[in-house]
């Protein structure tokens, strides 16, 4: 079945300290793929995607992922944390096969100031 | 602007009501979802609609349902709510022709079922 995991539930970090969080998906095809935040009390909003080209994609402030085809990863980074990044991240996966997205199950990040 | 909005925000109902939560979006598109979050469970996908009259079940379906009355709304209905559908609801919208299925998300309604 399809699915997408992300291994790190729960992450603590300093601020200034660097960032990378786990994607990993089932095989499935061609894929879709897509970070997103979501701050305390909101919604989820995009960070990035990537659909094809350069696999390393750049989104709003200052996160970039990814795309290793060959190990079906699409990890998060940031080299420097700020303590407003304190939020709950989810990785997703659209298929080319499927009809709808599929979400990981959220890594929440917490940043000590 | 172009939005995807929910109603209500927050609910409180008890155990063997009938409640009914509002999606409506000005985006255009013609894709709707309704979500589930729960703390450690992610995001799980209730139902999908890709248009009117359109209805598709998702992971944990049973316990809801769903209409379409037109583009722009999709509401979802718990017939008889429990304590365990206590949980924060999202509905997003998408339009695959334009944006690869990427899921544009409303503000969420949380509802407390006693």
């Known amino acids: 079945a399809q699915s997408v995991s992300q291994h790190n539930h729960h992450v603590i970090l300093s601020e200034a300290a660097s960032l990378e969080l786990g994607c990993n998906y089932s095989?499935?095809?061609?894929?879709?793929l897509f970070w997103y935040v979501q701050y305390p009390g909101q919604h989820l909003q995009l960070l990035l995607k990537?659909?094809?080209?350069?696999?390393l994609v750049k989104g709003i402030k200052g996160f970039e992922a990814e795309f290793i085809k060959s190990k079906f990863s699409f990890n998060l980074r940031k080299p420097s944390v700020q303590w407003s990044d304190t939020a709950e991240y989810f990785c997703a996966v659209s298929y080319s096969s499927a009809s709808k997205i599929i979400f990981g199950s959220g890594t929440r990040l917490s940043i000590r100031p | 602007d172009a939005d995807v909005t929910q109603t209500p925000r927050n609910r409180i109902t008890k155990t063997g009501k009938r409640i009914m939560l509002e999606c409506s979006q000005t985006?255009?598109?013609?894709?709707m979802y309704w979500y589930r979050q729960d703390p450690g469970l992610g995001l799980r996908l209730i139902y999908y609609s890709f248009d009117v009259k359109d209805i598709n079940k998702g992971e944990i379906s049973d316990g809801y349902s769903v209409s379409r009355q037109a583009q722009a709304k999709f509401s979802l209905s718990l017939e008889s709510a429990i304590p365990n559908q206590t949980a924060l609801y999202f509905c997003?919208?998408?339009?695959?022709?334009?944006?690869?299925?990427?899921?544009?998300f409303g503000p969420g309604t949380r509802l407390t079922v006693l």
């Open positions: 997003a919208t998408s339009d695959l022709r334009g944006t690869h299925n990427e899921q544009f």
């Open positions: 990537y659909f094809s080209g350069d696999p």
């Open positions: 095989y499935g095809g061609t894929v879709n």
């Open positions: 985006k255009g598109h013609d894709r």
